[in-house]
């Protein structure tokens, strides 16, 4: 996924919208914001980080709820919990908000994934529905971040004590979240955890730097060591397929613009990093083990200013010698190009070719 557009207020990408620069949006632009989204869904669980964006919260709320549409309410809680919950909720739209100098709404689907961005640009370009005749239920619930840490510790009961790892996370929040389970002071392996607890790279003094990705992937083959298919977005790095040559790794890829398919869901590591990190960590030496077995995965990423966007296959995937490059649209007139590789020299240079032929055609 990537930009999908700007309205007055917002501008959308990447499964959520976040205001423009220089735009301040207050509690009656909120709600009427409200208004426009209850057009495309039944039920809703809305979340904040902090106790400051309360109000947006609320006018948000009052916006749905005036539409006829019931809406739970998770106050001050961190988005590794509102995600585990929302399928408890059968809530089939999960917003949180977040943000400190600008605001910004991350959009989940029933799923806990993000919603797609054919779904956002439909959110962007409509107006805001008529109110109802009867408002829905402003319902005010838990946290989930109890029931996140239970379920969790049930799940990986064999752990005992916690698992020796540093933890390096701006999220106050999200940071005691993974000490629940992560000792936070061992600095041969540490996790560094960005985006909300939405993505961790990793730093290990045996096998050096961690990508997301790599992460991803050691998790894909210990998982495949029990017999599993692994499901893998169409956009995942291109040199995972290597796996699938080399070993009896069977990666199946899934479109991302599509409903995420039920083993996905199942297998559950791509939409919860923590619950991916506590797989791989407690048994450290089987996991360096199988970072350091894994391909490179290279990528280079190069932005363009074009003035006719429209023109460009933006949303395209395009295979190349020895790498393939990904096209997508980052802002109004701005191009993001990714060549992913083996190598980084390989990446570089289909990275610099796209770059040359779509300034040329520009």
């Known amino acids: 996924m990537s930009y999908s557009g700007e309205n007055k207020y917002f501008s959308f990408r990447d499964g959520f919208c976040e205001t423009l ?25 809305i979340g904040c980080d902090c106790f400051r964006n309360m109000h947006i919260l609320y006018a948000l709320c009052s916006g749905i709820s005036e539409c ?47 919603v797609s961005s054919a779904m956002l640009t439909r959110i962007m370009k409509a107006t805001p529905a008529e109110n109802s005749g009867k408002c829905g239920k402003i319902m005010s619930c838990t946290s989930f971040r109890e ?3 239970n379920n969790l510790a049930d799940t990986f009961s064999d752990t005992g004590s916690s698992i020796p790892a540093g933890i390096s996370c701006g999220n106050r929040s ?41 992460l991803i992937l050691a998790y894909a083959v210990k998982l495949s060591a029990t017999g599993q298919a692994v499901y893998l977005p169409e956009n995942f ?8 040559e080399n070993s009896q790794l069977e990666i199946k890829r899934f479109p991302i613009e599509k409903p995420v398919p039920p083993e996905v869901i199942q297998q559950r590591f791509l939409n919860d990093p923590l619950y991916m990190c506590i797989h791989l ?14 391909p ?23 295979q190349e010698t020895d790498g393939r490059i990904i ?15 083996h190598n980084a020299e390989t990446a570089s240079e289909i990275c610099s070719d796209w770059y040359e032929k779509l300034k040329n055609n520009s």
Not at 237 to 244: M, P, Q, R, V
Not at 327 to 341: F, K
């Open 68 to 114: 006829g549409h019931d809406v739970y309410v998770c106050e001050n809680t961190d988005l590794p919990s509102f995600r585990f919950g929302l399928s408890m909720l059968s809530a089939d739209c999960g917003i949180f908000i977040s943000g400190n100098e600008s605001l910004k709404m991350s959009f989940f689907g029933a799923d806990g994934f993000p």
């Open 237 to 244: 790095h291109y040199s995972a397929d290597i796996l699938t």
């Open 296 to 318: 490179a995965l290279a990528s280079v990423r190069r932005e363009i200013f074009i003035e006719n966007p429209e023109d460009v296959p933006y949303g395209k995937t395009i």
């Open 281 to 294: 960590a407690r048994n450290k030496p089987e996991f360096i083990h199988t970072v350091k077995s894994l």
């Open 147 to 149: 029931i996140y840490i």
């Open 174 to 214: 999200v940071r005691s979240l993974w000490l629940e389970f992560f000792s936070g002071e061992d600095e041969s392996l540490v996790f560094q955890v960005s985006d909300d607890g939405q993505r961790v790279n990793a730093y290990s003094t045996e096998a050096g730097f961690i990508s997301h990705e790599k």
């Open 327 to 341: 096209i997508t649209r980052s802002g109004r007139n701005h191009i993001t190009l990714l060549a992913q590789s």
């Open 21 to 45: 620069s220089g735009v301040t949006v207050g509690s009656s632009e909120t709600a009427l914001f409200g208004r426009t989204i209850a057009k495309f869904f039944r039920r809703f669980s």
